[in-house]
């Protein structure tokens, strides 16, 4: 079993920065606890029906996040009542009361294989992620397993993830520049918004990981995206 040290507190910004990106009103952190069953660390918008039902996840209890462990793989049900595992279950009373329509669960996976537990985030109607936003989320999920295992952060790994965003932004300005309409630029900008959220969450959480070099560099290239976002954004105003 890998050792994992973690705080309530680095769960919890764990889980507000995923909900933030998958656009997410409710959520959980699991952990894989003593007896191999999948048990809330920590959560956001759920009641305590919810909680007590789903407090301890064994490999009888039907959950999505059960699914994602046991296949070792992301799950994504858009609509839990068409959803065979859930079909005659309390689980999916608990599931409806609770205001919850949509599952996403993803496995917490060390660099070797082992899994420590699974995020999940939850949507009062059917929904599904979009590929765009499950690739930055799966950056977060991949750099935070580092660290709840003592794996310093990858400064060339972000370095390369900020210069791909940077090709990205310089693509999406000279596609503007055509006959973009209203409506994928507004698309455009929304997903470029999320992207330097992500990188100044991510920076802000490995700031003990990186020299001061390396994070002024991040700042920069981060600042650099803002101000050309903001362009963008006064580019949308006039058009609308």
């Not at 680095?10 to 409710?26: D, R, V």
């Not at 079909?87 to 294989?113: E, F, H, K």
Request: aromatic share 8%; glycine share 4%; proline share 2%.
């Amino acid at each position: 079993m890998a050792n994992i040290e973690y705080s309530n507190e680095q769960l919890k910004s764990f889980l507000a920065a995923s909900l933030k990106l998958l656009h997410a009103k409710m959520g959980n952190v699991q952990v894989i606890d003593d007896n191999g069953c999948l048990r809330i660390a920590t959560h956001h918008g759920f009641r305590q029906p919810f909680l007590d039902f789903f407090k301890v996840v064994t490999s009888g209890t039907p959950a999505v996040c059960g699914a994602a462990e046991t296949n070792r793989k992301r799950v994504i049900v858009e609509d839990v009542t068409k959803c065979a595992m859930f079909v005659d279950t309390p689980a999916l009373r608990i599931l409806l009361d609770a205001g919850v329509r949509a599952v996403q669960s993803t496995p917490l996976m060390t660099r070797s294989g082992e899994i420590i537990g699974v995020i999940s985030t939850h949507y009062p109607d059917r929904f599904i992620p979009s590929n765009s936003d499950l690739q930055v989320f799966d950056l977060l999920v991949r750099d935070t397993v580092d660290r709840l295992t003592g794996i310093d952060g990858d400064f060339n790994e972000l370095s390369r993830y900020i210069q791909q965003q940077d090709f990205g932004l310089e693509h999406v300005i000279e596609e503007k520049e055509r006959s973009q309409s209203k409506e994928e630029l507004e698309s455009e900008i929304a997903d470029i918004s999320a992207d330097i959220d992500f990188l100044e969450l991510q920076v802000r959480a490995d700031m003990n990981s990186y020299s001061a070099d390396d994070l002024s560099v991040c700042r920069e290239k981060i600042d650099g995206f803002k101000r050309r976002l903001d362009l963008m954004k006064r580019e949308f105003a006039s058009r609308t």
